[in-house]
């Protein structure tokens, strides 16, 4: 029999984050013996605990998926599987999926908790992120989940709670800026360095999305949607109520021949086609004796937001990024001219699986 204190994990995506999401639970569960993985899912395959007796293991669980998976359960259906566990659960969404997002409510209403790196609940519509936050569980709604989402933003980098703990401690927010997509910092680092030759345009998109940085479809990082999903979560938690994505300019890097095409294979195919285009804004920045690259900005005092290319000296701390480093910098009162930096990889599946894990055990160690 398992105690009221035993936790139950259903874990939504085992793509190239949420695989890694399980190796993690793995390590940790010595640490935390109350954890039970009850329920893995995929698009069209789910493992589930039935009885919630035997818990899924965390080793063996690809094969087992793979072999005895059967239908993905409801969203409702598996709210139903989970609200009859016998203790605490939480849902893992490891999904880029808005049908899962708008589900949130949902879950953390029947006191269900939420870890995600999944940006599309926190910067859809402002209606579902009120949503959220009035389900999340506080003195006025005892019996609400609670919510982590880390990884939304920087992928395991402390940006989320950086901002939380300067809002919440009473500082004032004057601008957030920098690199914030994993993608576009390897893309541009790699196709237009600051020494030597860079790349091919579409060879280097292809070699960000072998490496997993890119969201499930690479169109979303290339037309700026991913950097401006995750301005929106930040402008939102420093108190402004952005609307959408659409609230303010997004440069997007798809060429129009291809915004109209289905696939995003069909788009790989079509990239190269373009990539003289993108070499002679990398050489034309070149000779001014700059770089090229992608960055966001929030002016939280005037509420005004940007995504887009921008050039910078090549002495710049912008220009000198590696890999799929991110670099944000937080202006704030107290800390006057010199901002508050967070720099790191900012896209991987090991290093977003450990912000997903690092909000599970803050649940966990709520819950326990
Ligand atoms: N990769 C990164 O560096 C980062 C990713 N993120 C976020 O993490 C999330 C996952 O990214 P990533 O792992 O790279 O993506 P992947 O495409 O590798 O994995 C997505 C997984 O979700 C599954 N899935 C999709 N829709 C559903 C659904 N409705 N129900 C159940 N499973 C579903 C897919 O199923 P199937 O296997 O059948 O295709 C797949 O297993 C995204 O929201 C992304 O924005 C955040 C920060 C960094
Ligand atoms: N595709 C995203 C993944 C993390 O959010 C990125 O490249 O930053």
Same mark, same amino acid.
């Given at each position: 029999m398992q105690s009221g204190n035993t936790i139950y994990i259903a874990i939504v995506g085992v793509g190239g984050v949420g695989r890694h999401v399980i190796a993690q639970l793995h390590l940790i569960s010595k640490e935390y013996p109350n954890l039970r993985l009850c329920h893995i899912s995929r698009s069209k395959k789910s493992l589930y605990a039935q009885d919630f007796e035997q818990p899924l293991p965390f080793d063996s669980w690809e094969h087992d998926l793979a072999q005895t998976g059967q239908d993905p359960l409801s969203l409702d259906g598996l709210l139903k599987y989970l609200a009859s566990a016998p203790g605490k659960s939480v849902v893992v969404d490891n999904t880029s999926s808005s049908d899962v997002a708008a589900a949130y409510p949902m879950f953390l209403k029947q006191g269900i908790s939420v870890v995600t790196p999944n940006k599309k609940a926190f910067s859809g519509s402002l209606e579902l992120w009120k949503d959220i936050f009035n389900s999340v569980r506080s003195p006025s709604n005892p019996t609400g989940g609670y919510v982590y989402h880390e990884s939304s933003v920087g992928a395991g980098l402390p940006i989320i709670s950086t901002l939380k703990d300067l809002v919440d401690t009473g500082d004032e927010v004057a601008r957030i800026e920098g690199v914030f997509s994993g993608t576009m910092s390897f893309l541009f680092n790699t196709f237009a360095p600051v020494q030597g030759n860079g790349g091919v345009w579409s060879d280097e998109v292809r070699r960000a999305k072998?490496?997993?940085?890119?969201?499930?479809? +690479? /169109?979303? *990082?290339?037309?700026?949607?991913?950097v401006a999903r995750k301005l929106v979560i930040l402008a939102r938690i420093s108190g402004l109520d952005i609307q959408n994505t659409s609230s303010f300019p997004v440069q997007s890097l798809i060429p129009k021949e291809l915004e109209s095409v289905k696939s995003a294979d069909e788009f790989m195919e079509?990239? +190269? /086609?373009? *990539?003289?285009?993108?070499?002679?804004?990398?050489?034309d920045a070149n000779a001014q004796g700059k770089v090229v690259r992608f960055v966001g900005s929030i002016d939280v005092k005037k509420a005004v937001l940007n995504v887009g290319i921008q050039t910078f000296d090549k002495s710049h701390p912008i220009a000198a990024l590696k890999g799929s480093d991110n670099i944000i910098s937080f202006y704030t009162k107290r800390y006057g001219s010199n901002p508050l930096i967070v720099q790191g990889g900012g896209a991987g599946g090991e290093v977003t699986a450990m912000g997903v894990t690092a909000d599970l055990i803050k649940v966990i160690q709520r819950l326990s």
């Open positions: 072998a490496a997993g940085f890119t969201e499930p479809d +690479p /169109r979303e *990082d290339l037309n700026g949607l991913d079509g990239l +190269p /086609r373009f *990539d003289g285009t993108m070499a002679s804004m990398r050489d």
